[in-house]
């Protein structure tokens, strides 16, 4: 427990659910905590909510049955935003009133992914360092560019929770029981969940790119970094061999041999990545992504794009179908003798 003897994430808990959501980060998030409950003679209780209490298509289309509506709970111990691709679409008044009612009552907030976005937007993440999956990075960043964003499995801060969704909801649960109710506890419902080991916040969500491709040349690893880290503009050859200390032509041979493409193709497919994660994740216009991913043109970039992906920066960004409802259920746990892990 808390030195102040208050929970990291008190109860009731409000898991909210918006459009495209990633079902493993939900369900890494709550299996902690119905693991932990098993051995507490008070436990976690939570609600999955939506805006409008009808089911909520996850990121495959599959529909999950909401407990209620957002707006008709005033009384939530903690928040967690659960979102997909283009959370802000789903930001309104209502939603910003209705988190800052439950900030103005001490509760926790939260965000798996890009719940992170409206959190945000809803400016209560001032001062405080966040964190969302890796894909997601450079569009927060372009979009809140004054948020402090780390590429970490997760961050808390105060009563601020970010994770990066995926697996790393697994970490940031086992340590909100570590917190709450101590190591010990937390070690066990990660035994539960075969989790090997509890990963700490501050571990990096991804190896860097030269290293998962094996790039063990250190004039090419520099020189792929910088590409990494220059999104914004085109860089040519002279200007990439010169920061790598090589000849072009040494560069352009290390590029054929290890990467299996030119540096130009290479950045400009980073630049298109960027350029989607822009469309699908944030309220970007398409000539505003095109500008921020480094083309001049937006004819270029159009004709690139499609050729990328095979389908048109705007009809790349359209959301998908919802699916059908699953079963409804009230509070959860369901029953405390509930004995499955």
């Known amino acids: 427990m808390p030195a102040d003897n208050v929970p990291l994430l008190p109860g009731p808990i409000g898991f909210v659910l918006f459009p495209r959501f990633m079902t493993i980060a939900l369900a890494s998030a709550i299996e902690p905590l119905r693991i932990a409950n098993r051995y507490l003679q008070t436990p976690y209780r939570w609600k999955v909510l939506s805006l409008d209490g009808a089911p909520v298509p996850d990121g495959n289309g599959l529909a999950v049955q909401a407990h209620g509506r957002v707006f008709d709970e005033l009384s939530l111990g903690s928040v967690i935003l659960c979102a997909g691709m283009q959370p802000e679409r789903h930001y309104t008044r209502e939603l910003r009133r209705w988190l800052h009612h439950h900030n103005s009552a001490a509760a926790s907030l939260g965000a798996l992914d890009t719940g992170t976005f409206l959190l945000a937007r809803a400016g209560l993440l001032e001062r405080c360092r966040v964190t969302m999956h890796w894909e997601v990075v450079e569009a927060f960043r372009e979009r809140f560019p004054h948020t402090v964003v780390a590429q970490t499995l997760y961050e808390v801060h105060g009563r601020r929770l970010t994770c990066a969704g995926g697996t790393a909801a697994i970490d940031m649960m086992l340590e909100v029981v570590a917190r709450d109710h101590g190591p010990e506890l937390a070690a066990r419902v990660a035994e539960h969940c075969l989790h090997e080991r509890i990963r700490p916040g501050d571990a990096t969500q991804r190896t860097a790119t030269a290293a998962r491709g094996r790039i063990h040349h250190p ?98 960004r359209q959301p998908t179908p919802r699916g059908a409802p699953l079963v409804r259920d009230r509070w959860l746990p369901l029953d405390g003798g509930d004995r499955q892990a």
């Open 219 to 316: 004039a090419l690893a520099s020189a792929i970094s910088l590409l990494e880290s220059t999104m914004e503009r085109t860089i040519g050859v002279p200007e990439l061999a010169q920061h790598a200390q090589l000849s072009s032509r040494q560069l352009l041979r290390l590029f054929a041999r290890f990467v299996g493409e030119g540096p130009g193709r290479y950045h400009r497919r980073l630049r298109l990545e960027r350029a989607r994660s822009l469309l699908r994740y944030t309220t970007l216009s398409v000539t505003d992504a095109a500008v921020a991913a480094g083309f001049d043109s937006l004819a270029h970039f159009c004709r690139a794009y499609r050729q990328q992906y095979g389908i048109s920066p705007g009809a790349d």
